[in-house]
């Protein structure tokens, strides 16, 4: 995989918020085409560096994909305990798109919307959590 090597390169390099927007990339990619479980574990690693790097949007993007994988893979208990902690970088962030997809997401985790964009079945807006922010 392409972004595999990106990540790998990235973190080779010290560049950090590269892989960490590498690692997300991976991730989102794992939730459309269905594979939320190992989405999980690719948006971890970007949450890491996201956090590492104190990078609130970044932390904000990855890890709004990463409830969304949680919640893909049946840990709805995980992808609370997540959202609560993104809560912190809400307010730090500055892309609406993001906010956005991060308050549909803590809207599908209160049983207020029935499918969220990102998960299996769902499109994905253009503006989401992985479009490069």
């Known amino acids: 995989m392409h972004l595999e090597q990106s990540a790998s390169l990235a973190e080779q390099e010290g560049d950090r918020r590269g892989a960490a927007h590498a690692y997300s990339s991976l991730g989102e990619l794992c939730l459309v085409i269905g594979e939320p479980s190992e989405g999980v574990t690719w948006l971890r690693k970007a949450m890491a560096i996201a956090r590492a790097i104190d990078n609130p ?21 995980s992808a609370r305990q997540v959202a609560d902690q993104l809560c912190l970088y809400r307010g730090a962030a500055t892309d609406e798109g993001a906010i956005a997809q991060f308050d549909e997401t803590l809207d599908l985790l209160s049983g207020q919307r029935g499918a969220v964009q990102g998960l299996p079945g ?10 490069g922010s």
Do not use: F, K, M, Y
């Open 122 to 131: 769902a499109p994905l807006s253009q503006h989401g959590p992985g479009s």
């Open 57 to 77: 949007q970044c932390a904000l993007g990855a890890g709004t994909l990463l409830v969304r994988c949680l919640i893909g893979s049946n840990d709805e208990a």
